[in-house]
């Protein structure tokens, strides 16, 4: 599987201020991902970070709040942007194996806490 | 109803337990099924993919019933580093690679 790298692995930050989190994976991967799995709770997808094109964002969420990039194959970013109590979570990133029944692998994660 | 449901548990098992997890899934048209595992504050790890004839690995099995939209997890010889947090992962309806997760199960193995 691939390895993927985070960073940073953890912050605490002041309500109205952004953080960027970065992922990196020591492959080229056609599909990555970004969730949020928020205290106490399971993983909710956020998008799809397409190469050389806008995300693909879910439901609930918008590319003001949580833009995302991704300039080539084996790097992205999301960005948390002005930045609340309620955004307090830990963010993944993932990445798909196509060519081993689409598996999926995850990030170590990155840690948020908003004051 | 969720898309994915789970009994969260805790399952309280001795050393040595066989246990068993149910997970049901709303989407009829879900082609891929994944058992992950979550360790406290750590991300989740593939544990197994769900093929529809049934797949071992080990002391873990999974089941697949398409008619009746469920999927199993079977552990045998429970160790007390199976203690973890279980999560039933299903295809989301527009993508094969959208993962829709299932609040997962949590297993305490007891020496």
């Known amino acids: 599987s691939a390895v993927i790298s985070q960073k940073p692995s953890r912050d605490i930050c002041q309500r109205g201020t952004s953080l960027t989190i970065q992922c990196q994976v020591d492959?080229?991967?056609?599909?990555m991902f970004w969730y949020r799995q928020q205290p106490g709770q399971s993983l909710t997808l956020i998008a799809t970070?397409?190469?050389?094109?806008?995300?693909?964002?879910e439901s609930g969420f918008v590319i003001d709040k949580f833009p995302i990039s991704r300039p080539n194959l084996t790097f992205s970013t999301l960005t948390v942007s002005n930045m609340s109590p309620e955004d307090s979570s830990i963010y993944l990133c993932?990445?798909?194996?196509?060519?081993?029944?689409?598996?999926?692998?995850f990030g170590p994660g990155t840690r948020l806490t908003v004051l | 109803r969720k898309e994915v449901e789970q009994d969260p548990g805790p399952f309280n098992v001795p050393e040595g337990a066989t246990v068993a997890f149910n997970c049901t899934y709303s989407?009829?048209?879900?082609?891929?099924f994944f058992w992950y595992r979550q360790d406290c504050r750590k991300e989740p790890k593939l544990l197994m993919s769900?093929?529809?004839s049934g797949n071992e690995d080990g002391r873990f099995t999974a089941q697949l019933n398409r008619a009746s939209q469920y999927i199993s997890l079977l552990i045998r010889d429970s160790k007390l580093s199976d203690s973890a947090t279980y999560l039933c992962?299903?295809?989301?309806?527009?993508?094969?690679?959208?993962?829709?997760f299932g609040s997962g199960t949590r297993l305490l193995v007891r020496p």
């Open positions: 993932s990445v798909v194996n196509i060519s081993s029944y689409n598996e999926q692998f």
């Open positions: 769900v093929y529809s």
């Open positions: 992962v299903v295809n989301g309806e527009d993508s094969s690679y959208k993962l829709i």
């Open positions: 492959s080229q991967v056609t599909m």
């Open positions: 970070a397409n190469q050389g094109s806008e995300a693909t964002y």
């Open positions: 989407n009829s048209a879900s082609q891929s």
